[in-house]
């Protein structure tokens, strides 16, 4: 049995959501939430499940871990964790409330097994103790975050000291490839920014500021639009 709960916003949430902006992510993803499954798998070429699924087993997720999966969205990630280890407890953050009931509807049609809770927040400031996740991932989840160097310190906050962190996001191709990432750069970028409200993360820049250790950086290309990579990860505490 999946337990689902869908938590309210918390009052400082609120307050920053309006700081800075985030309704143009509530926006977005109220437009995309009902079809945002088929979109995300016409994009990649279905690639996006066979991702998924690699993110889930580079997690080395165990029996009894707290995972925090950020921008869970429509929680394709969380149930691939936990159907590698349904003695986990995966918690799906996200800040679109329509995004949260898609994954909602995702976990009771897959009868999955395990604890799924989505938690209606924003990554920036997230009200978890320090020191509370064994894993944390991201799936696409990241590169919709405004500021992403402040969300970045607080996952390494709410991460345990030893925690892996897996995190794929679009990138740049790399640098031989001088066609590929000029048409990503002039073309791509900007058109799925208005898509998807999402831009390039520099992920390895992030681990290695925040003391989080590269354990492994691959890249994964030849999408229909954009190309991403993989990077995964401990912190160091
Ligand atoms: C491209 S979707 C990825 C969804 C999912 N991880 C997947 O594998 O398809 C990006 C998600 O990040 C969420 N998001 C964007 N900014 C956020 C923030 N500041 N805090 C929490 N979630 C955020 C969006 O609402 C959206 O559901």
């Given at each position: 049995m999946v337990k689902s709960e869908i938590f309210k916003y918390y009052k400082n949430n609120i307050i920053l959501i309006m700081n800075l902006n985030i309704d143009s992510t509530q926006r977005t993803y109220r437009f995309w939430a009902p079809m945002y499954d088929l979109a995300h798998h016409v994009q990649t070429i279905w690639q996006d499940s066979e991702y998924r699924k690699i993110v889930a087993e580079k997690t080395q997720v165990k029996e009894n871990d707290l995972v925090l999966d950020i921008g869970?969205?429509?929680g394709l990630t969380g149930l691939e964790i936990l159907a590698l280890e349904p003695n986990a407890t995966v918690f799906g953050a996200d800040i679109s409330e329509e995004m949260l009931k898609k994954a909602y509807e995702n976990i009771e049609s897959r009868e999955a097994t395990g604890s799924f809770y989505l938690l209606n927040k924003n990554i920036e400031q997230m009200s978890f103790k320090d020191n509370t996740f064994d894993k944390i991932v991201s799936a696409y989840g990241?590169?919709?975050?405004?500021?992403k160097e402040k969300a970045f310190r607080e996952i390494v906050r709410v991460g345990k000291n030893g925690s892996r962190i897996v995190m794929l996001e679009m990138c740049e191709p790399p640098e031989q490839m001088t066609v590929k990432r000029a048409l990503h750069n002039y073309m791509v970028v900007p058109f799925i920014k208005r898509l998807w409200h999402f831009e390039n993360s520099d992920l390895e820049g992030l681990f290695l500021k925040n003391n989080v250790e590269v354990e492994g950086s691959e890249y994964k290309g030849d999408l229909i639009l954009g190309s991403s990579k993989l990077v995964y990860g401990t912190i160091n505490k």
């Amino acid at each position: 049995m999946v337990k689902s709960e869908i938590f309210k916003y918390y009052k400082n949430n609120i307050i920053l959501i309006m700081n800075l902006n985030i309704d143009s992510t509530q926006r977005t993803y109220r437009f995309w939430a009902p079809m945002y499954d088929l979109a995300h798998h016409v994009q990649t070429i279905w690639q996006d499940s066979e991702y998924r699924k690699i993110v889930a087993e580079k997690t080395q997720v165990k029996e009894n871990d707290l995972v925090l999966d950020i921008g869970t969205g429509t929680g394709l990630t969380g149930l691939e964790i936990l159907a590698l280890e349904p003695n986990a407890t995966v918690f799906g953050a996200d800040i679109s409330e329509e995004m949260l009931k898609k994954a909602y509807e995702n976990i009771e049609s897959r009868e999955a097994t395990g604890s799924f809770y989505l938690l209606n927040k924003n990554i920036e400031q997230m009200s978890f103790k320090d020191n509370t996740f064994d894993k944390i991932v991201s799936a696409y989840g990241f590169g919709g975050i405004p500021d992403k160097e402040k969300a970045f310190r607080e996952i390494v906050r709410v991460g345990k000291n030893g925690s892996r962190i897996v995190m794929l996001e679009m990138c740049e191709p790399p640098e031989q490839m001088t066609v590929k990432r000029a048409l990503h750069n002039y073309m791509v970028v900007p058109f799925i920014k208005r898509l998807w409200h999402f831009e390039n993360s520099d992920l390895e820049g992030l681990f290695l500021k925040n003391n989080v250790e590269v354990e492994g950086s691959e890249y994964k290309g030849d999408l229909i639009l954009g190309s991403s990579k993989l990077v995964y990860g401990t912190i160091n505490k």
